[in-house]
């Protein structure tokens, strides 16, 4: 389980969490994660961003090591795909690179979204 996981109380009502790093590196099989809720707040306000109906697709610049891709539908609690791609890579996001993202285009507290 991520960090933010372990320090986020449940603020909802329904399915219990599920951590999209249960081994430190990206899971497609999660719900309401703290970090992936976190990080799409901060992709929704200060990445490329793009929506068609409700999949919402975003890119994250991540020099030098590459560019983090993230997939979802509906603003919802799940994550479908996030990864690490450049010219040579294709793989699954690492916490720690999903970390580095939302400390280096972080947005305040007050502004971050709580998953549904
Ligand atoms: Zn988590």
Redesign the pocket.
Known sequence: ??R??DETPKQWVGDD?K???PNGVFSADNWN????AKLRSVANRNALTKTIEDSHFAVIPMYPDGWIVLSWYKERGRMSQAMLVNDDVREPLTLQLAMAAIERIGIPKTLERIAK
């Open positions: 389980m991520c933010l996981c969490r951590c999209a790093f994660c703290a970090t992936v």
